[in-house]
């Protein structure tokens, strides 16, 4: 696996214990692929998708849904690959966008919404935006967290900004630790880092990932090695290089089909987010109706590092977007 093949990772921080709480998670079946998902509070729906391809949809997610259950009934996808939907196959047919868009599809057919929100961090934000290209009228309502970008023509951008970020000493040492682990599949070390954590290559590793991680905040004090074991273990990289892959090889790009949109949206981003600044205002540019909120001082880990500032934003745009409702 080369390391510029680990992209939209959304490492998220373990800020606070949740009290989130709702039904049992429920299954539902995508062709042969089973799938999981979660309710709570409510409301009209709010779908929400975590970052990744990949990351388990535990933290900050359960964060985000104490704060709108009482506004929405926030339904939590457990994505294909991720958390409790991990163990599916994982090959170019099962991992693909139009995949992860028709499983929201289909889980928006089977609860019977007529009108969803969505909201998506990382990873999620540009499965949020590929929903709406290809079902517009399904859709009320947008958030888009530290999204990635509609479109191929700015996706190297955050290699560059993560390279530049990097010492001479950080970039040496991924090439050494990256000689550990390479000779394995992403499978296998997916699979290597849960029978057996203490292995050599497991600890290369995550030692590879600690490293990459570092670009993505403002201050990496903000860097909390439980948080980051808890979702180093919890993680599925196996995804991602699918992903990266099909971006680039097809020229993936939905700003057409965005432009043409009328639903609300807003849009939230750190200003030292390693994705840069061209990613989100490709985002605002392709959609019109869209507001646009930045934190200061901040990196991709907006609710780790800025968690009173994002929660704020968030929290007014959902009240006076219910006032003009009513």
């Known amino acids: 696996m080369k390391y510029r093949q680990v992209y939209w990772i959304g490492l998220f921080g373990l800020l606070m214990i949740s009290h989130a709480e709702g039904q049992a998670p429920k ?10 998902y979660e309710e709570h509070g409510s409301g009209p729906p709010l779908y929400i998708l975590s970052g990744g391809p990949g990351e388990a949809p535990d933290h900050p997610y359960r964060q985000i849904i104490d704060s709108l259950k009482t506004f929405y009934t ?16 994982i090959n170019a047919e099962t991992i693909a966008i139009k995949n992860y868009v028709e499983d929201i599809h ?15 961090y990382s990873w999620g934000g540009l499965l949020v935006q590929a929903y709406a290209a290809q079902y517009p009228r399904l859709v009320s309502h947008l958030f ?17 900004n993560q390279f530049a970020r990097r010492s001479q000493a950080e970039l040496d040492s991924m ?8 000779v394995h ?18 600890h290369a590793y995550k030692a590879f990932m600690a490293i990459h991680i570092r670009a993505m905040y403002y201050d990496k004090r903000n860097i909390s090695k439980t948080n980051f074991e808890a979702l180093f273990n919890s993680f599925n990289f196996q995804p991602i290089p699918f992903i990266d892959q ?3 090889e097809t020229k993936w790009d939905i700003t057409a089909a965005l432009k043409k949109l009328k639903t609300p949206a807003l849009i939230i981003y750190g200003r030292q987010d390693d994705q840069g600044e ?33 929660f704020t934003i968030l929290m007014n745009y959902v009240r006076r977007q219910r006032r003009s409702s009513h």
Request: charged share 20%; aromatic share 8%; proline share 4%.
């Open 27 to 36: 299954s539902f079946q995508n062709g042969s692929i089973t799938l999981y």
């Open 74 to 89: 926030c339904v939590l996808l457990h994505q294909r690959g991720s958390g409790l939907s991990r163990n599916i196959p």
């Open 106 to 120: 289909r889980l928006q057919e089977l609860r019977k919404d007529k009108q969803i929100a969505l909201l998506g």
């Open 144 to 160: 888009l967290l530290a999204s990635a970008p509609p479109s191929y023509t700015v996706w190297n951008v955050l290699f560059d």
């Open 175 to 182: 090439v050494l630790l990256q000689n550990i682990f390479s």
């Open 185 to 202: 599949t992403d499978r296998e070390l997916d699979s290597l880092k849960r029978v057996d954590p203490a292995n050599k290559v497991v």
């Open 246 to 248: 099909e971006v680039l």
């Open 278 to 310: 061209s990613t989100f205002y490709l985002q605002q540019t392709s959609l019109k109706n869209s507001e646009v909120q930045v934190i200061e001082q901040c990196g991709h880990e907006m609710i780790e590092e800025q968690p009173v500032a994002f």
